[in-house]
């Protein structure tokens, strides 16, 4: 079993819930995710959970991988009716054949694998040279916050995790053989209230503000 396996096992039947209790941050990455990956495109999703950002993006191909096997289970009964869509339990360190899609994208994955280091040198000599890979996850900055957030139930158990700085993460992708095309951030405010959408299409912009986004993503080419 995996760092977070059993975790996510656990959580797979409140999964969607929690989603929808914080349905303004999931359809933020969501539209993220549009930005970056073109639909009807081949894309890899890598930690795909219950499958609805790989479904949102309209793939003419699109599969989904998660150590969690229950999560997989719910996302094929889900997304059943959904030819173009393929969900399996794996982990990516079960095998060294190359992914073979031209996107792959893993959102809020990193912080779970338990040595980045290792997950990213895997992720990288198994992407096929020329893919774009999209990565996001919760800025490091916000952690004080989002623990707090658990422990008045406002959002998912979070389980076994570990945030590495921005820095440190950029370097393991560097010395892992990705070129770092772009590092972004959204969602200063991941909360709907009066004025959110506005300052959330905005604040990025600025430089200043843009690191106190709640998220962080890369665009990465191998």
Wanted: glycine content about 8%; charged content about 30%; some cysteine.
């Amino acid at each position: 079993m995996t760092f977070s396996e059993g975790h996510f096992d656990a959580i797979a039947a409140e999964y969607d819930y929690w989603k929808k209790k914080n349905a303004y941050y999931h359809e933020n990455l969501k539209a993220l995710y549009e930005e970056y990956i073109p639909k009807s495109a081949r894309v890899l999703e890598i930690g795909c959970g219950t499958g609805d950002i790989l479904a949102r993006l309209e793939p003419k191909e699109g599969r989904g991988v998660d150590v969690s096997g229950e999560m997989v289970e719910i996302a094929r009964r889900k997304y059943a009716g959904r030819t173009n869509l393929q969900f399996e339990r794996e982990d990516i360190f079960e095998s060294t054949e190359s992914f073979g899609y031209p996107y792959i994208f893993l959102a809020d994955v990193l912080e779970h694998v338990g040595d980045l280091r290792k997950f990213i040198r895997q992720l990288a000599s198994r992407a096929d040279v020329g893919s774009t890979i999209v990565i996001s996850v919760a800025n490091p900055l916000w952690e004080p916050i989002l623990m707090l957030a658990e422990k008045l139930h406002m959002k998912m158990p979070e389980g076994p995790h570990t945030r590495d700085s921005i820095r440190e993460t950029e370097r393991i992708f560097r010395a892992s053989g990705f070129v770092l095309e772009k590092r972004g951030y959204r969602l200063l405010i991941p909360k709907k209230v009066p004025g959110s959408d506005w300052i959330n299409t905005h604040f990025y912009r600025v430089r200043f503000l843009a690191p106190l986004g709640f998220v962080v993503f890369w665009v990465l080419q191998r």
